[in-house]
């Protein structure tokens, strides 16, 4: 294990603490992710007691997976925004404590970049169009002249706070994802709002319609047509963007990128361009600190530095805004 460039990558912008050890090959020592239980949706506060609770023992735990100690680590990376602040506050002092005592070098990394990164890691996808689907995020992007643009996006919510809303409302249990995912595998379509305006996407229509559908209709039926919606609507921005970008592939990222059924009208949409559908593990797939540790890999070998107190969190920062030095 000597003289390996290794990095530990912390990620806690929401309701997910996760953390990573990844080698300058790629290769994922650690990932380990810790769930907070959430029964009505994320309270910050609540999120960042939880973080600061059990991070120390994830860190432990991570470097024993890997089989490290702390003094053969390279670098610290950590997610520094978007997300939420009291979150990403914890995940940064952490980092930086960290950093200090052990003299490693930090860096705070883009939450949705690594999201990408760790996608074209795990899937060998070279320059795909991205579909970036979570709970805080509904993203299509692809990569130009040093950026990842976004080509295509929500104007409101995003499509997982979509899903996870309307499961709260109607008390189906949280996250509502897997769910209502369970739920429509039985269900028949019935209309629902279908809102996609030139590149952009609104999700608040159609969550509003669903609530008030699934007081007189089959919750199944809803379920199935909350899905068919809000996944037709992904894919026709999707499509006009791969047309748009003139990409040959599509990666898939974020939680919300699981569903089978998504995948499989992402798919189809593939096929019917003959270009290729890269879908990575679940364990990557949602938040994880893996995704952390890589970007923070590529950032560093890529000539990025920051010092200590230029690392402060950044609750919105776009996509867009980050230098892609290393591609
Ligand atoms: P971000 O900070 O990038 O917005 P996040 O905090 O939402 O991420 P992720 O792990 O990327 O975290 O995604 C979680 C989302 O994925 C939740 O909204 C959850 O309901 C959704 N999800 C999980 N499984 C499924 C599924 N089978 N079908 C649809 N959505 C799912
Ligand atoms: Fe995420």
């Known amino acids: 294990m000597s003289g390996e460039f290794l990095c530990l990558g912390i990620e806690g912008t929401a309701e997910k ?24 949706g994320i309270h910050p506060s ?61 860096l705070g ?30 993203q299509v992007t692809a990569f130009a002249q040093g950026r990842y643009r976004v080509l295509g996006e929500t104007i409101d919510i995003a499509l997982g706070n979509c899903i996870d809303q309307f499961a ?31 590149m952009d996407l609104s999700y608040s229509g159609l969550l509003t319609a669903a609530v008030r559908l699934a007081e007189r209709e089959r919750v199944e039926d809803v379920c199935f047509s909350l899905q068919e919606t ?10 006009r963007a791969l047309v748009q970008a003139e990409k040959e592939e599509v990666l ?32 990557v797939l949602g938040d994880n600190g893996a995704m952390i540790a890589w970007l923070g890999v590529l950032s560093y070998l890529s000539g990025e530095r920051q010092r200590l ?3 402060h969190v950044r609750q919105r920062w776009r996509t867009d805004e980050v230098a892609v030095r290393w591609r």
């Open 17 to 40: 603490l996760g953390v990573g050890i990844v080698s300058a090959e790629g290769e994922i020592l650690a990932n380990l992710v810790r769930q907070m239980k959430v029964a009505e």
């Open 46 to 106: 609540e999120a960042a007691q939880h973080h600061a609770t059990h991070l120390p023992a994830l860190v432990r735990a991570g470097l024993e997976r890997a089989g490290v100690e702390m003094r053969e680590l390279s670098l610290i990376a950590f997610s520094r925004g978007p997300g939420l602040g009291p979150c990403l506050r914890v995940a940064a002092v952490a980092a930086r404590a960290l950093a200090l005592k052990h003299k490693l070098p930090l």
């Open 109 to 138: 990394v883009n939450h949705c970049v690594a999201h990408i990164e760790i996608g074209r890691l795990t899937t060998g996808a070279e320059d795909p169009l991205t579909v970036y689907v979570s709970g805080g995020n509904t």
């Open 168 to 198: 709260r409302e109607l008390e189906l249990g949280m996250p509502g994802g897997p769910v209502v995912e369970r739920l429509a595998r039985r269900g028949r379509y019935l209309p629902l709002p279908y809102v996609v305006k030139g």
């Open 230 to 239: 809000a996944f037709a609507m992904l894919v026709e921005v999707a499509e």
């Open 252 to 283: 898939i990222a974020g939680g919300v990128g699981v569903n089978a059924r998504l995948q499989q009208m992402l798919a189809g949409m593939c096929s019917e361009h003959g270009v290729r559908l890269h879908v990575p593990p679940g364990e």
């Open 309 to 311: 107190e230029d690392t």
